[in-house]
């Protein structure tokens, strides 16, 4: 029973993730069919629609951007994505170890960052790929530390 909530919480996360992280979608379609031709403009004009050496985006926050819009940057790629690490085990239980959530994981984020590049709405970025992947690392540390609690819980409840 309460997997089927967890899978819906689970869609329901995804679909907000493919709104905003995608799309950028704020409610305001003009202004993400403007993006959409900025970014074909740019290809055209021989900007690359990806960054694959990592750690330059990142380097390129912290040197050239003002700290708050650095911080808002790297923490906009981290704490999106906290809860897959989180909802992936608790809605799919063949999926309760490490090694199966992070590879989930990278598929899902590797998704992501390939549909920025194909449908223009973005670029693939490395280090977008690298902060996403920490941040499901964080989300599965909760989801672990959860687990312990609850079976404290259990087991105090049943004594």
């Excluded at 899978?7 to 709104?19: S, V």
């Excluded at 979608?25 to 050496?53: H, P």
């Excluded at 902060?131 to 599965?140: K, Q, T, V």
């Amino acid at each position: 029973m309460f997997k089927n909530v967890w899978r819906t919480f689970f869609t329901i996360y995804i679909l907000m993730i493919l709104n905003f992280v995608i799309i950028k979608f704020d409610g305001n379609i003009n202004r993400t069919i403007t993006n959409i031709k900025l970014n074909i403009e740019r290809r055209n004009q021989g900007e690359f629609g990806y960054n694959l050496i990592p750690f330059n985006t990142i380097k390129t926050y912290i040197t050239e951007l003002h700290f708050s819009i650095a911080t808002l940057n790297i923490l906009g790629n981290i704490i999106p994505f906290i809860p897959m690490g989180f909802l992936i085990p608790m809605a799919f239980p063949s999926q309760r170890n490490i090694y199966k959530t992070m590879l989930t994981c990278f598929i899902i984020i590797f998704i992501i960052e390939t549909l920025q590049l194909i449908f223009f709405l973005g670029i693939f970025d490395i280090d977008d790929f690298i902060l996403n992947l920490i941040s499901c690392f964080i989300g599965f540390i909760i989801y672990t530390i959860y687990q312990i609690i609850f079976k404290v819980i259990i087991q105090k409840i049943r004594s």
